[in-house]
């Protein structure tokens, strides 16, 4: 499919924000972008690696100075791809305003109503009817359209599949990344006294901060951040025990397959977590704001026994997540018409889950 259309990701990336939503439009750009789409990122923050990343893929970035430079231009003509919790329903209504050709919004499910074209949620455990959607929103859901990085994937490939998996991932998203890989290596410190633990940040965490807070010694503890996805994948195949204070990291690990363990701090992410626990693809401690030494120490020992059928459980999973990324570029790139057409002409049908 070639499809010539600009389409416009407004995102934005920083420390408060995390890099979970930068890192699934990336994915989306450069699907859309082989598809013949013409793509530009607008932020008012981004880091300096994603930008570099963006860029070398031909793709432009323009730097925002407000939310009004943004809204008031004339988007007629251009797919508006938006993505992150600060764009609540007055900045929706602002931008349709602006007439653009599509609206698409990658969100968890919140507490508003989605007024785009199409919405975007690879949440698992939850049912279309819990979103207030507007009349004509289209709405594709579940895991089947996880939107992971195409350099994780091609990385996953190439990772020695043949590295016996003893060691431990411990993941959990939220902006709080500091306390709580803080908080995970003084449960560490009593559960694995003498083992090496390894901490994966999309940003450089404040090392000697964090481990001054954790009682914990430095010897005992690597820190490792921006990491290409190769080092990235290596990493998680490779260390007795890994602390990844994101929630993206935890799928990505999916693909090379991952002991692992993950709890919420968020009540966006208990239905997911609860849904992949009864899948068998990860160990859920339940809420990390209220987990005990002894509660982290028998989930260990749970990942450690469950290893090989839990890596298993999870390539297949992505697997089966790559195959809904073709029904997002065209669900993006075409309007409702368009693809109700393209359906009866090719006999494509385009998959909407109203529950996984």
């Not at 207030?132 to 994780?152: C, F, H, M, S």
Request: contains cysteine; proline residues 3%; glycine residues 8%.
């Amino acid at each position: 499919m070639t499809i010539a259309c600009s389409v416009v990701f407004r995102v934005d990336e920083s420390v408060r924000m995390g890099w979970g939503h930068m890192s699934r439009c990336r994915a989306l750009a450069e699907a859309l972008t082989e598809a013949g789409a013409e793509v530009s990122f607008w932020c008012r923050d981004i880091r300096a690696g994603s930008r570099l990343t963006l860029q070398r893929f031909g793709i432009r970035v323009i730097d925002l100075p407000d939310e009004k430079a943004f809204l008031c231009r004339d988007w007629s003509g251009d797919i508006v791809v938006v993505d992150g919790y600060h764009f609540g329903e007055d900045f929706w209504h602002c931008l349709l305003k602006a007439h653009p050709r599509q609206t698409v919004c990658i969100d968890d499910l919140r507490d508003i109503q989605y007024v785009a074209d199409l919405v975007i949620c690879y949440n698992e455990g939850i049912s279309a009817d819990q979103f207030r959607l507007a009349p004509n929103t289209r709405l594709l859901l579940g895991g089947r359209y996880l939107l992971l990085r195409p350099e994780i994937l091609a990385a996953a490939r190439l990772t020695d599949r043949s590295v016996p998996r003893q060691g431990v991932l411990l993941a959990a998203g939220g902006t709080r990344q500091d306390q709580w890989a803080k908080d995970m290596l003084a449960h560490m410190t009593i559960v694995e006294p003498l083992a090496t633990v390894s901490v994966l940040s999309g940003r450089r965490l404040p090392r000697n901060k964090v481990l001054r807070q954790a009682g914990i010694f430095q010897s005992r503890v690597r820190f490792f951040s921006n990491l290409e996805a190769v080092g990235m994948l290596r990493l998680y195949r490779r260390a007795c025990y890994l602390v990844a204070p994101a929630s993206t990291m935890m799928l990505e690990a999916f693909s090379v397959g991952c002991p692992l363990i993950s709890g919420w701090v968020a009540e966006n992410q208990r239905n997911s977590l609860n849904f992949y626990e009864r899948e068998g693809l990860i160990i859920n401690v339940g809420d990390l704001r209220q987990l005990t030494t002894s509660k982290l120490q028998r989930a260990i020992s749970r990942a450690q026994f469950r290893a090989g059928q839990m890596i298993r459980l999870q390539r297949a999973y992505i697997v089966a997540s790559r195959l809904g990324l073709e029904e997002v570029v065209r669900a993006v790139l075409m309007s409702d018409n368009e693809i109700t057409s393209k359906n009866l002409d090719s006999g494509y049908m385009l998959g909407f889950m109203p529950n996984s």
